[in-house]
């Protein structure tokens, strides 16, 4: 839909937005002043997706959090501590990791009497209006692996009938990467009952261990085409 007003304009598509040969820089400038829905109207700012172009391995999670919000960056409150620490139990070097989210606007409540801001799921299209921000991220870093984290996020990826609880942890062959991988957010683990957390953690640190052991596989495998190619060049 779109409303009268520049500042207002709202087309119902993150694609009215995408620049002309775009760059990760280039779309990260665009998206801070994408409307393609009404969810930047509450937010602090857009949070794009950071890291080095050339990422073997892209997370993606459902949306910012309050923090991400204020600060501006993925994964930086207590979601993206406990991210860190299960990326280096893993072995995988967060600088090497491009990590983003299907939703780049946080979406809250409010809670009365209170600044504080209670996280609330995106709707289905407010995933789809977003989508386009992901896909060309996806497409310019070319990772070799995705870690989808959570549900929305794997829907947004796999389908709205993919279901984590049934294929977490598992390898899933997609047009997006040579492999997709589903687990948990970060922040179900957090909210998990004090008496399951800590299980809840290993089983979260594990999943990441496995996308690790993938990921060293996968540069294994292209490490032997490349061999294979050199070799027959000089024959």
Not at 29 to 43: Q, V
Not at 107 to 121: C, D, G, S
Not at 139 to 149: E, G, K, N, Q
Not at 218 to 232: F, G, L
């Amino acid at each position: 839909m779109t409303t009268s007003g520049a500042r207002t304009r709202v087309t119902g598509s993150a694609a009215d937005f995408i620049p002309p040969k775009p760059t990760l820089p280039r779309l990260r400038e665009a998206a801070a002043g994408c409307r393609g829905c009404h969810l930047w109207e509450h937010a602090t700012q857009t949070v794009f997706g950071e890291g080095p172009r050339n990422a073997e391995v892209m997370l993606v999670g459902e949306q910012p959090g309050d923090q991400e919000d204020l600060q501006g960056h993925p994964f930086v409150g207590p979601s993206g501590r406990l991210l860190d620490e299960g990326l280096v139990a893993a072995g995988i070097d967060r600088r090497r990791v491009y990590v983003t989210n299907a939703v780049k606007h946080f979406k809250f409540v409010r809670v009365e009497l209170t600044r504080r801001r209670l996280h609330k799921k995106p709707s289905a299209g407010e995933v789809r209006a977003c989508h386009p921000w992901l896909e060309e991220e996806i497409r310019l870093v070319h990772p070799r692996v995705i870690v989808a984290l959570g549900a929305t996020a794997a829907q947004a990826l796999l389908g709205p009938r993919f279901r984590v609880t049934e294929q977490r942890g598992k390898v899933v062959r997609s047009e997006w990467a040579e492999a997709v991988v589903a687990t948990v957010h970060p922040s179900a683990v957090l909210r998990a009952p004090p008496e399951a957390r800590e299980e809840a953690r290993r089983e979260f640190f594990a999943d990441l261990g496995r996308v690790a052991r993938l990921l060293g596989k996968s540069i294994a495998r292209t490490e032997r085409a490349e061999m294979t190619e050199r070799a027959e060049r000089i024959n």
